[in-house]
T-cell receptor, first 113, second 113 residues
Framework: DTAVSQTPKYLVTQMGNDKSIKCEQNLGHDTMYWYKQDSKKFLKIMFS???????INETVPNRFSPKSPDKAHLNLHINSLELGDSAVYFC????????????FGSGTRLTVV | GENVEQHPSTLSVQEGDSAVIKCTYSDSASNYFPWYKQELGKRPQLIIDIRSNVGEKKDQRIAVTLNKTAKHFSLHITETQPEDSAVYFCAASSGGGADGLTFGKGTHLIIQP
């Protein structure tokens, strides 16, 4: 019974294409995030949503657009993919006000060729 | 914003010995400090965390210490075993809101048999 699930697990696509990654959590958390892990393993936050409202939008190209239809789902759409977008993207969730419970999804390995 | 420095980047220890990984943070508002273990190809998994009102926390072979004045926190693993080999990340957050986690750059821990 996976707590934070992401699809797809692997994504190989050509430069210039548009792709989406989906994330769902069944923990009842009110906050969801997208993190990017680059080839050097550095984990950096991209976005956070609290109750469907965008809270954090780090310096990310506007080709990346998150969408949260409800507090259990946070999707990431990427337009005009570039080689430098190749990375592992992790979704995570937590419950605000408690300061704990950050749980990560299994990741989506995006390869742009 | 928050900046988290982590050292060393690679740590090799003999099986059975102890391992210590150190982190510093910059934002005095941070009050939640989790540690994650990431095995190759897997998601980061929470192994222990500490809040700013506590100086030390222990869970079997793993302990974390926090020095709020110096803005330092450390992970201690005793009696290391081969399955402890992984990349370990420290992180900091203000915890209460939807601020997300700021990660250190990771430590690759290698346990030599």
């Amino acid at each position: 019974d996976t707590a934070v699930s992401q699809t797809p697990k692997y994504l190989v696509t050509q430069m210039g294409n548009d792709k989406s990654i989906k994330c769902e959590q069944n923990l009842g958390h009110d906050t969801m995030y997208w993190y990017k892990q680059d080839s050097k393993k550095f984990l950096k936050i991209m976005f956070s949503y609290n109750n469907k409202e965008l809270i954090i939008n780090e310096t990310v190209p506007n080709r990346f657009s998150p969408k949260s239809p409800d507090k259990a789902h946070l999707n990431l759409h990427i337009n005009s993919l570039e080689l430098g977008d190749s990375a592992v993207y992790f979704c995570a969730s937590s419950q605000s006000g408690t300061g704990n419970g950050y749980t990560f999804g299994s990741g989506t390995r995006l390869t742009v060729v | 914003g928050e900046n988290v420095e982590q050292h060393p980047s690679t740590l090799s220890v003999q099986e059975g010995d102890s391992a210590v990984i150190k982190c510093t943070y910059s934002d005095s508002a941070s009050n939640y400090f989790p540690w994650y273990k990431q095995e190759l190809g897997k998601r980061p998994q929470l192994i222990i965390d500490i809040r700013s009102n506590v100086g030390e926390k222990k869970d079997q072979r793993i302990a974390v210490t926090l020095n709020k004045t110096a803005k330092h926190f450390s992970l201690h693993i005793t009696e290391t075993q081969p399955e402890d080999s992984a990349v370990y990340f420290c992180a900091a957050s203000s915890g209460g809101g939807a601020d997300g986690l700021t990660f250190g750059k990771g430590t690759h821990l290698i346990i030599q048999p």
